[in-house]
């Protein structure tokens, strides 16, 4: 312990963590302190997170340390606390030494909106970012020890069975680590060190998590869920390869220029053109100034690793189903390519150290750019944050007069089984969003209610109004909706939306 705290004194461990809690509470304290759940969280109020049919065998254990309730505060916090552990590896699996790039790799990375979108599923975000911790550490034990990558199996495994999405942070690190080695002219031994134990991490990690995830299966007498093509994950046919490939560079250009995160104005379009460009720039300086250019493997590597980039960054893609949706929680691993934009400003600052003072201008350029970026990351998670407080105050105000509605129709009964079909009408309630432009890509905080399903009224009306209905669920609903009966009524709030026919009370919402 008094090694581990003597450690943590020094400041390449101290900034970064410190950075990472105190800009981690600032973006982030508006959701902590408060409670705004969206539609998954209706139904997750109280859960074990065992999602082993997901292939998340380990998430029950990791969401245990806080209990299985939704604890904003408490997960909130050690989401936070992850994150900021995870930053530490980061900096320290690339050697950062200004402080500077200490301070500024936190920032991005507890920022980034894939953080805010993972934070409005408040009950698992603490799971998930201990799963993104393990993903790191695995990348980063396989490089600093000679036999680092067994532990690296292990930690990978705990990682994809957390979370699966999360192995492409381990294979984006290794990647730019090459990159890096690459540019800074190693010998193929070393490249070959390092391509060696990170690719025996990734293949010994992927069997560990088989494994234990045919043992979990077998043990619960489960199958994996149909639920974005999860079930096809252990057995992905040769013929479907060609499309998933296809679809996993396709994706990575689309989401780059028009997934709404890195670009959503024009001063994050400058900012972002700014700094790939300066950074492409110097790659190729560094790669002229070490030499490296001299050696025709060092061509080979370096471009082969840029070209496995959209293959690292989309892996999740060959575990799910070409028609799964692909969201902005799966996509926390593109942080790493603002963490590596930082780290080659680093590198070009110390390669030319004898010529630092002409150097001040663009190096406090890189650094005003990159924190614009980390405010204006700021500002789109808290417009989030905003939204999902619009959503419960609307669905809040929705259900009270829902509620009162049921129980004065004529016949209603305390316990008596409801059937309510469909989805809050557009037309009776226009939309009222104000931040569709922000958050259309943040999944889990889009929208102007929070109920799709039947079952989350049921949850909302129990945990915020106590109120305890009998909501039915299943293939009697799909009958319902089919029905003639359900064709003739209109819907929620007009006079004929709400009827009882042999003792079950039919709603029409849309």
Not at 265 to 286: D, R
Not at 460 to 471: C, D, H, P, R, V
């Amino acid at each position: 312990m008094e090694k581990l705290i003597n450690k943590l004194k020094e400041e390449q461990y101290k900034v970064p963590f410190i950075s990472g809690i105190v800009i981690g509470l600032i973006t982030h304290m508006f959701m902590i302190v408060n409670k705004f759940p969206n539609g998954d969280s209706m139904t997750n109020f109280y859960f074990d997170q065992n999602m082993v049919t997901s292939g998340r065998w380990f998430l029950t254990v990791a969401c245990g340390l806080s209990s299985f309730y939704d604890l904003n505060f408490v997960n909130g916090l050690l989401a936070i606390i992850f994150l900021s552990i995870s930053a530490v590896f980061v900096t320290r699996f690339f050697d950062v030494k200004k402080k500077t790039t200490l301070i500024l790799v936190p920032a991005v990375m507890v920022t980034f909106p894939a953080v805010a979108s993972t934070m409005s599923y408040m009950y698992t975000v603490d799971g998930y970012m201990l799963g993104l911790l393990f993903a790191v550490v695995a990348a980063y034990i396989s490089k600093k020890y000679k036999f680092g990558f067994f532990g690296g199996m292990v930690f990978l495994a705990l990682s994809l069975g957390t979370y699966q999405a999360y192995v492409s942070v381990a294979i984006l690190l290794c990647l730019f680590d090459i990159i890096f080695a690459v540019i800074d002219n190693e010998d193929i031994y070393t490249l070959w060190n390092k391509g060696f134990k990170y690719i025996m991490m990734g293949i010994g990690g992927g069997a560990i998590y088989y494994v234990v995830l045919k043992i979990c299966l077998f043990a619960q007498q489960k199958e994996l869920d149909t639920y974005q093509g999860i079930n096809e994950m252990t057995h992905i046919s040769l013929s479907s390869i060609p499309e998933r490939l296809y679809k996993m560079y396709y994706d990575f250009v689309a989401f780059a220029f028009s997934g709404r995160i890195f670009v959503n104005n024009f001063l994050t379009m400058i900012i972002m053109s700014t700094l790939v460009s300066a950074s492409m720039v110097a790659i190729f300086v560094l790669f002229v100034k070490n030499k490296a250019f001299k050696k025709w493997y060092s061509w080979l590597i370096l471009f082969l690793s840029i070209g496995l980039m959209p293959f690292g960054a989309n892996t999740v893609l060959l575990m799910m189903s070409p028609e799964g949706e692909y969201h902005l929680v799966m996509r926390l691993q593109w942080v790493i390519f603002i963490v590596a934009i930082v780290i080659i400003a680093e590198k070009v600052i110390s390669a030319f150290e004898t010529v630092k003072d002409k150097l001040i201008i663009p190096k406090t350029v890189s650094v005003v750019l990159v924190a614009l970026l980390c405010y204006n990351f700021l500002l789109m998670d808290n417009i989030a944050y905003f939204n999902l407080q619009q959503q419960y105050e609307k669905s809040y105000a929705y259900c009270v007069r829902l509620l009162d509605r049921i129980e004065q129709t004529p016949g209603y009964e305390q316990g008596m089984p409801i059937c309510m079909v469909g989805e809050i009408s557009k037309k009776n309630y226009p939309s009222t969003e104000l931040t569709d432009k922000i958050t259309s890509k943040i999944r889990g905080t889009d929208g102007d209610f929070l109920f799709y399903r039947g079952e989350q009224y049921e949850e909302f009306m129990s945990n915020y109004l106590g109120a305890k209905l009998n909501i039915l669920t299943g293939p009697y609903v799909t009958d319902m909706y089919f029905s003639e009966e359900y064709m003739e009524m209109s819907s929620f709030p007009d006079k004929n939306s709400i009827k009882i026919v042999n003792g079950i009370m039919f709603i029409k919402l849309e």
